[in-house]
Each structure stands twice: as structure tokens, then as C-alpha cells.
């Protein structure tokens, strides 16, 4: 599957059998003194600790891991500060960072695969600061007279700067089509709920990753997570629209009937009658877990106008997901899953091909939105309970 859930060629280094299988992390963090230093593996559906260290008095460090093939690492102090590292064996990464947000300009040097992740997120960063700069004006822009022509120049703006991103994204993944770095390249979103690549039509993107990186690395459970996310898109792009089990505004959204974390069954037609927020996650999702502060926010805004949240979640772990949803406070609504990760029959069933995923169902469960975040989705049920 596709997981929000990388880009030059990475060559394995030829050193002696006893590092051959291994890489190290050390360097230094500003004001992370004394707090614990995580080094955990990424793996299809879940996180594997790898090694922890206590940063120096100085501010130094020095992690290190065995791994036999190119591999995604998270370094950080919490699931919400931390680095994504793609390392090979026998790579010595040096990071120089700032201890309260290990993200914010760091400096790392060693790692090709790192390095190409990073360039790629300092231009996500200038595209993210350009945006706030046209929300600044538009929201200094409110009480003026000129606001139609002010919005309408700020969205041309934006629209431009977005397709800009677009543009050197799709052709920065294209140069490295064959590092596993293009993994983490199709998953990224230009702004949240807004994907860079869609599956649907930038498929040929995807065949071109899977066709250099499944014969390369076959033994990567990433690859392999990929791979046969691939095999079933292409059987879906190959199979009529009407049959492909996609799932449109306007139809009804199929059965769930799933455990909730106390192991009851929970039927999402039991919440006939109410506005509801069919929302599929995953604890280890980074941009699952940003939206859930504004899910929190429009449940707390409309409940008592008949709106839920039901949400499905992806997670493997059953004390992974019982502590994300006590972190994100999101305990108020309805919480399904098998925990079974890609193989969970709601993947098949709503033909899902990333998270997160939503589907906004009307009283009667039918779709009236799909795939909707932020202000989209703020916008979206301002007008469902508009006079109600």
C-alpha cells in the first residue's frame, strides 16, 4: 500500500563483515541535553525500536543499528520531533540539529539518501512559508473593501506557487526513480489532505518506482509493502471503472463491522441518522495524526447538530492505537479496526490505496464528501448544518 503514509542511487559500501551490516548516527543537538535520543526503524505498519542513548551533557550523541539493505529510520525525542533518515549500510550519518525541533534546518552530512530526502523538504518548507505569507494578507485583507480582488489574486498565487511544486516534484522523483527514496516522494502532500501524486492519474509514476525498485530490492519489506500496492492498482486500472470498487459521492458507503478497542463490535449503519465523519488512520501516520486536532475541533463544533466520527484504524499494535487515541483526546467517537494492517478487510472493501483516507456520509450514508481536511472539511460542514 501506499503510506503517507525516497533519491539517487543508493550503492551498498564494501567494508568489512562486521560493519558491512551496519550504520551509525552521532553529532550533536542544541538543547536536547539530557533527554533521551530515539533510533527506531520504519516497517510496513509499524515502528521497530533500534537503539536509544541519553544526549550528552555537551549535547552530543552516538546511535547505530544493523540493517542488510537501504532502510527508513526515525531519530527523535517524540513521534512529534523527529528526522526521517534513509540510510545503507555502512553509512556514518553526523547531524547537527535544534532540540526543540529536531526538523527545523538541520544539518546532516554522510547519508545520500538523507541528503536527497532533506533538499526535497527545505523546498516543501519555502513552499509552506510562501503559502502563509498569502493567508497573512488574506486575513489582514478581511474588512477591506477590495476583498473579492484580493481573494481572487491570492488564489491565483497559490494555484500558481502549488502547480510550481508540483512541477519540480514530479521531476525530481523521475531523477531518482530507482532509490527507495522514491517511496517516501509518493506519499508527500503539496499542503495536508492534498497528495502530490494521485495514483488514479499518475499511475505510470508508480510502475516506474516499482519496476526499478522490486527487482533491486526484494527483500525490503518497504518494496515489497509497494510492490504489491502496485500489482493492485494495476489490476484495477485494468478493470472497468463501474466494477473497480471505487466508491464515489453519491453512493453509499459499504458495511463496516469491526472490534472496538474493548473487543465489542461496533456497525458503522449504526450511526444512521447522524452527519458522519468515515475516517480511516493509523497511529504510525504522520499526517493522520496532524488532521486529528481538526477533526477534534468540527466534532466539538457539531455534535450537538448530529455529527460523529468513525473512525477505522490501520495500526497492527492494538497498545499503539489505544495510546494514539488517548494522545490525540480523540476518546468521544466511535473507534473500529482488525488491526491488520494492509491485509484489514476495509482496504479491499474501500478499494484504499493511502491513509488518510475519509468519507463524509450524509443521515442516510450516503457519500457527500471524500477526502476532505482542513478548511476543506471546515468549509464542507459549515454548509451541511448551515441553519440548522
Not at 551498498?12 to 533510533?39: A, D, H, P, Y
Request: aromatic share 10%; glycine share 6%.
Amino acid at each position: 500500500m501506499k503510506y503517507r503514509w525516497l533519491l539517487v542511487a543508493l550503492i551498498f559500501i564494501t567494508v568489512t563483515s562486521c560493519t558491512n551490516n551496519k550504520f551509525s548516527v552521532s553529532g550533536k543537538i542544541t538543547g536536547g541535553e539530557g533527554r533521551m535520543l530515539r533510533l527506531q526503524e520504519i516497517r510496513p505498519g509499524f515502528i521497530v525500536p533500534a537503539d536509544s542513548v541519553k544526549v550528552s551533557d555537551d549535547g552530543s550523541f552516538n546511535l547505530s543499528a544493523k540493517i542488510k539493505m537501504p532502510s527508513y529510520f526515525m531519530l527523535g525525542f517524540s513521534k512529534q520531533n523527529f528526522l526521517t533518515l534513509l540510510v545503507i549500510p555502512g553509512e556514518k550519518l553526523n547531524i547537527e540539529a535544534k532540540g526543540d525541533t529536531l526538523s527545523a534546518d538541520p544539518s546532516i552530512t554522510g547519508s545520500a539518501g538523507t541528503s536527497v530526502l532533506l533538499e526535497f523538504q527545505k523546498k516543501h518548507e519555502t513552499l509552506i512559508k510562501k503559502l502563509s505569507v498569502l493567508t497573512r494578507i488574506y486575513n489582514d485583507s478581511i474588512n477591506s473593501p477590495s476583498l473579492p480582488v484580493i481573494m481572487d489574486s491570492l488564489d491565483r498565487k497559490a494555484v500558481t506557487l502549488t502547480s510550481e511544486f508540483r512541477d519540480y516534484s514530479e521531476s525530481y522523483l523521475r531523477e531518482n526513480i530507482g532509490s527507495m527514496a522514491a517511496i517516501y516522494l509518493l506519499n508527500q502532500q503539496s499542503v495536508p489532505g492534498k497528495p502530490l501524486f494521485d495514483p488514479v492519474n499518475d499511475p505510470e509514476l508508480y510502475y516506474k518506482a516499482d519496476s526499478a525498485l522490486f527487482p533491486k530490492y526484494p527483500g525490503s519489506d518497504l518494496v515489497a509493502d509497494f510492490h504489491d500496492y502496485v500489482s493492485r492498482l494495476k489490476k484495477h486500472q485494468r478493470s472497468d471503472k463501474n466494477s473497480s470498487g471505487v466508491i464515489m459521492a453519491g453512493s453509499y458507503a459499504p458495511e463496516i463491522a469491526l472490534p472496538n478497542p474493548s473487543g465489542d463490535t461496533l456497525r458503522l449503519s449504526s450511526t444512521r441518522g447522524q452527519i458522519v465523519l468515515l475516517d480511516f488512520w493509523a497511529s504510525w501516520c504522520p499526517p493522520c495524526r496532524d488532521e486529528n486536532p481538526n477533526i477534534v475541533n468540527m466534532f466539538n463544533t457539531y455534535r450537538q447538530k448530529g455529527f460523529t466520527v468513525f473512525q477505522v484504524s490501520l495500526d497492527m499494535k492494538k497498545e499503539n492505537w489505544i495510546e494514539a487515541i488517548n494522545t490525540d483526546k480523540l476518546g468521544k467517537w466511535y473507534h473500529v479496526s482488525d488491526l491488520k494492517y494492509k491485509d484489514s478487510e476495509v482496504v479491499k472493501l474501500f478499494n484504499l490505496g493511502a491513509i488518510p483516507a475519509n468519507y463524509l456520509l450524509d443521515r442516510d450514508g450516503k457519500v457527500i464528501g471524500i477526502n476532505l481536511y482542513g478548511e476543506d472539511l471546515q468549509k464542507k460542514l459549515a454548509e451541511v448544518f448551515a441553519n440548522k
